[in-house]
């Protein structure tokens, strides 16, 4: 079904008897091939060699060694960097699935109407990356902001959201979990595939709709679960606009929305300091390489294939 | 109709039993949790249709007197008047559609029809490149571009697309493909088709929903996209609407918040229509792919 699930299955496939055509074969390839080399495993080479490097766009690369990445284990605002992302991931993408599971699972059953409310839901997935929307968050969580407004019917004194250190991250934890549409619309796809036989069966034996959902749905929708997890860690490691565009670019306040990937940026791009920000590059790599194989492995004790 | 009400009218009348009123109670939740989701940027639409000191004391979003001010005034609030962002923007995305469109759909065919040495390879390290943060290629992409003197123009956000860079697409359509029978491949064979006849005659008339859904993801992804604009144009002249959005932000104190919203409305709108156009593909995409 989809791209995890085909890489862990590539190797089971039989090679077919077909006649083989490597010339057609490798014509139809060859703009993605040459994309491949020249787009994306040269430019990964290069960067390899350029995070043992100084190299200021300017002057030539100096080699220096391992210097790049003994000087992440005492940069400060790295080490914060780090601990700002984690955060905002481990927050976030929980959240987002717990959302995204419960109103699937609500929709999935047969609510008239369905097809709209799943649109009104998927919708912000598609907004929720603009420069427009992160615009509107600085001033719904701003001062003055709409927060606010509606706080203050209610009698609540709000503040500044985005300004205060201690909330301006919470922010854009809500933005993420608001995204919640798109892990809903694949959450939804998986519950299509559960047979209704089991449930007419769980019903005869009278189960309840909690025990009905614990017993039957959650295990069978544990693929699902895993795929969406591995495929929202991944994107929320990589956030950047939205903390980029509510800070001001800065980070701030008081580098409390300084993601990695705005590190990487104001080292690379607003520094020119392209060694470091290659360096970092790769330990961003190497984070998110870790996380999905961590993931993979404890798969194998939560996740249930029904085949 | 208010929850606490029912209880009470579940006991006296016969009509109003659980069966028939828990449906209610859900329509009430979830249309409560759409308003609540969709509140701020309907409430955005208004406030950029208001005068901008209503803006910080309503969180209403009646317009009692709607006024097209805000932009007027945000249309040219920048160097450049507005219409020129569009324009921009409408270029990359155009070429970065018509790149995907061409490039993704040959790679799929050869890795979804053909048989050539080292197929499952490289199909593996295509799946591979899907999950690739940009951060690890963009600085020597970027070092390989300034030198071919490619930056402040749309090559650099276009000439990847045409090389299938954006790997999800070539997987949509391999996905696509595979649940085309292979009886009318054979069939146009034996009518003495080649390879690229059997593609551009029966696979590519045949995919037109995969194209679509690839349409319409790269039409708001591109539209959307800031990370490697804000990299590759640098010069206001050529600035995308997420860029000219941003140096608003910077630019303008939070007063002009009517103008800022104005123009975040324009940049919307188009990602809106292709939502409402494209609903069907967008769900589809998301449902095979997890792509989003």
Redo the contacts between chains.
Sequence with gaps: MSALSELGSLRGRKASGRKKDNLAGYLFLAPWLLGLFLITIGPMLASLYLSFTDYNLIQAPKWIGLDNFVRMLSDQRLHNSLKVTFTYVFVSVPLQLALALLLAVVLDRGVRGMALYRSIFYLPSLLGSSVAIAILWRQVFGTEGLMNQVLGLAGIEGKGWISDPSTALGTLVVLNVWTFGSPMVIFLAGLRQIPSMYYEAAAVDGAGTLRRFVSITLPLLTPIVFFNLVLQLIHAFQSFTQAFVVSGGSGGPSDSTMFFTLYLYDRGFGNFDMGYASAMAWFLLVIIGVFTAANFFASKYWVFYDD | MTTETLPRTVGRTAILTWPRVR?LI??V??AG??LV??Y??I??VVSSLRPGNE?????GILVKDLRIENYRVGWNALTEPFTRYLLNSALVVLGAILGNL???S??A???AR????G??F???????????????????????F?NLGWINTVLPLIV?K????D??F??LMVQFIRGIPRELDEAARIDGCG??GI?VRIILPLMVPALATTTIFTF?WT??D??SQ??YLTDPHMYT??LA??S???STS?SS?GS??AM??V??VP??LA?LLG?RF??KG?????I?
């Design positions: 449906p859900i329509h939740l979830l949790a759409a989701m969709l701020p940027v409430w955005m803006i910080f004391r309503d969180p061409v490039s993704c040959m790679a065919y050869a890795f053909l048989e050539f040495s197929k499952k490289w199909f593996a390290i295509m799946l591979l490149s899907i999950m690739l943060p940009i951060h690890v290629v963009i600085v020597p992409q970027y070092i390989l300034s990847p045409l090389l299938a860079t790997a999800f070539v997987f390879k690229a593609f708001i539209w959307n800031f990370f804000l990299i609407v997420p959005l941003r608003f932000v910077d939070s918040w800022m919203f975040s409305v940049s919307l990602v809106f939502f609903q967008l769900i998301i449902a095979t792919t997890g989003k």
